[in-house]
Every structure is written in C-alpha cells, then in structure tokens.
T-cell receptor, first 115, second 117 residues
Framework: AQKVTQAQTEISVVEKEDVTLDCVYETRDTTYYLFWYKQPPSGELVFLIRRNSFDEQNEISGRYSWNFQKSTSSFNFTITASQVVDSAVYFCALSGGNRDDKIIFGKGTRLHILP | DARVTQTPRHKVTEMGQEVTMRCQPILGHNTVFWYRQTMMQGLELLAYFRNRAPLDDSGMPKDRFSAEMPDATLATLKIQPSEPRDSAVYFC???????????????FGDGTRLSIL
C-alpha cells in the first residue's frame, strides 16, 4: 500500500529564516512519482514539483529546493529566506508509475511565516 | 490559461437534501479526479475517471455518493441524502493521459465548499 507521512502538522518561523518540510513515503512500486503542492489561504491547490523515482538529483527553483533520497524514502522541501507569502499548507504526494495512477496525499504541513 | 471550473463555489443546504457538484475539466484532458478535503482526513481521493470511464471509486461512500461523466466536458458528484459529516471542500482535478516533464499531472479547480446543516 502507498502512504505519505508529513510528521510536521504545523510550523512557525520568523521571516527570512530557512525552513524544511519533511515528507516520508512508502511504496512497493519501483517506478513512482513524488509531488509537492501548495495551498495558500485562498484555498486553491498549486502544483510545485514532480519528481520520478529514477531521478534523485536535487532540484532548486529560486528559494525552493527539494531533496529526494530513496535510501530514506524521503522527499523534503526547503524554503530559504522565507517570506510571509510562503504561509500556506504544503502537501507532499505520491503516485504509482502508471501515468493515470491516483495520487495519494499526505495530511499536509501548515506553515506560518511570521513578520 | 486553461482552468478546471467547479460550480458552485459554495453550497449551504440542510441535511437530507440532494447536492450536485459540477466540474468542467480542461479541454483535452483524459483523466478526472474528485477529492474531499477535511481538517481531520486531509485530501482524500473519492473517485477518478479515465476517458470518462470510472477507474476507481473505492474512496467514495457508495450508499449516498455517486460520480459520473455524462460527457467529456462535465463531471458530476452527487450526494443524496446529504449529512452534516459531508461538510468539506470538494476538489475536482483533471490531467492529461500523457505527461511530459513540462506538464503537471493534475490541475485542480478552486473547489466547492459544502456545508450541510
């Protein structure tokens, strides 16, 4: 069975601090995809990144970076120099290797960036 | 930009009433997903379709919920009869059957916020 665990329910940091959101996953598939989504206070779900299981290269996009480690089944997300606009709920998600497999979401981490 | 459109955005009704939520997927997308979001359970997949055929609705309470795609431009989620525990935000998402590195797998609508009194 597939499972995504986001152990941090809620995190608060002061603006400009770096913050890492943890994601641990379980799957028996050898091919799978991992995702991060952002849900700001307005409620919509915003896609951030997709990573396939064969690509363990870390990804950086501006202030966002992702660390994928198959050895620990983790796909952590770091925001550097956080800003108030980063305040949101962040979801990590997992799907199987078939491209129409369903996506399983973690429970989310609510991130508060304090001014 | 193409968007998934959900209607209504908000719905308040009394328990026992029928509720119908609608979703217009992005033109050309072959997969459609319905999710329910609550504080306790997070985002749960209720049902999903590929080329209008239901692939998996194991997450959906069968006695009162039903999901259909009468045509490629419309997906519906119905609750009959509704109960207070159905209060949640319901998201529809659509996606292309074939991804590439530049495409996101699922595009989400803005959700329907449902309150059952």
């Amino acid at each position: 069975a597939q499972k995504v665990t986001q152990a941090q329910t809620e995190i608060s940091v002061v603006e400009k601090e770096d913050v890492t959101l943890d994601c641990v996953y379980e799957t028996r598939d050898t091919t799978y995809y991992l995702f991060w989504y952002k849900q700001p206070p307005s409620g919509e779900l915003v896609f951030l990144i997709r990573r396939n299981s064969f690509d363990e290269q870390n990804e950086i996009s501006g202030r966002y970076s992702w660390n994928f480690q198959k050895s620990t089944s983790s796909f952590n997300f770091t925001i550097t120099a956080s800003q108030v606009v980063d305040s949101a709920v962040y979801f990590c998600a997992l799907s199987g290797g078939n491209r129409d497999d369903k996506i399983i979401f973690g429970k989310g981490t609510r991130l508060h960036i304090l001014p | 930009d193409a968007r998934v459109t959900q209607t209504p955005r908000h719905k308040v009704t009394e328990m026992g009433q029928e509720v119908t939520m609608r979703c217009q997927p992005i033109l050309g997308h072959n997969t459609v997903f319905w999710y329910r979001q609550t504080m306790m359970q997070g985002l749960e997949l209720l049902a999903y379709f590929r080329n209008r055929a239901p692939l998996d609705d194991s997450g959906m309470p069968k006695d009162r919920f039903s999901a259909e795609m009468p045509d490629a431009t419309l997906a519906t989620l119905k609750i009959q009869p509704s109960e207070p525990r159905d209060s949640a935000v319901y998201f529809c998402a659509s996606g292309p059957l074939e991804w590439d590195n530049s495409n996101q797998p699922q595009h989400f609508g803005d959700g329907t916020r449902l309150s059952i009194l």
